[in-house]
């Protein structure tokens, strides 16, 4: 497999504060990289997909001004959770694959409580 | 229609048994299809993927995709406790380069001693 690492595992902030998560594909280039977020004993539930160096493309109902995805190059994307609300508090994975029709790796995950 | 359609379970099935866990998805162009498990707390693990119809195997792993039928299923032979586990069945949507990675809701399988 790929190793794809995801910063911080878990974040506490207040509500109103924005939050910025980190994914790093360590040993391959990932030319996409999926989020997603999943509600307890809920399915992964896709936020948005990043190609390397082009603007997120982002699912039906998830506000891109407030979820701020960059996939500035081919080992790292970021997603900023801005003006985080406790509803927003969720377990946020990512996930990159080396090309179309792949296998996508994932992230250890972040577990983010807004208080 | 869900894209991607898993019975939830609970599955249960003895230490030893065959696990059978299945998949339907409605985009007739899908051409990848994954497996992960998910154990609670933590972040899927990719288990298998499988590209043409048919069987492929890994170690105690059997995924079979059949694409006129539109469903792929996984076989866990002589499952263990450590199997116990959230089985995700995934499947890229879309068209080349644009296509994105859907996941179904998941069937928890429960292997008992």
């Known amino acids: 497999g790929a190793v794809v690492s995801q910063h911080p595992s878990r974040v506490i902030c207040k509500s109103g504060t924005s939050v910025k998560i980190e994914c790093r594909s360590l040993?391959?280039?990932?030319?996409?990289m999926f989020w997603y977020r999943q509600f307890p004993k809920q399915s992964l539930m896709l936020m948005a997909t990043s190609n390397e160096g082009s603007k997120a493309t982002y699912e039906q109902g998830v506000e891109k001004d407030k979820f701020l995805i960059n996939h500035a190059s081919l080992t790292l994307s970021t997603l900023t959770v801005t003006s985080a609300h406790p509803e927003d508090s969720s377990f946020y994975i990512c996930s990159g694959r080396r090309g179309a029709n792949t296998e996508a790796f994932f992230g250890q995950g972040t577990r983010l409580t807004v208080v | 229609q869900k894209e991607v359609e898993q019975n939830s379970g609970p599955l249960s099935v003895p230490e030893g048994a065959i696990a059978s866990l299945n998949c339907t998805y409605s985009?007739?162009?899908?051409?990848?299809f994954f497996w992960y498990r998910q154990y609670s707390g933590k972040s899927p693990e990719l288990i298998m993927s499988?590209?043409?119809?048919g069987d492929k195997e890994d170690g105690r792993f059997t995924a079979q995709l059949n694409k006129a039928s539109q469903y792929v299923s996984l076989l866990i032979r002589d499952s263990q406790p450590s199997d116990s586990a959230t089985y995700l069945c995934a499947v890229n949507v879309g068209l080349y380069n644009t296509d994105k990675l859907i996941f179904g809701t998941g069937t928890r399988l429960q292997v008992f001693p």
């Open positions: 499988i590209y043409s119809n």
């Open positions: 985009d007739r162009g899908s051409q990848s």
């Open positions: 040993d391959f280039q990932a030319t996409t």
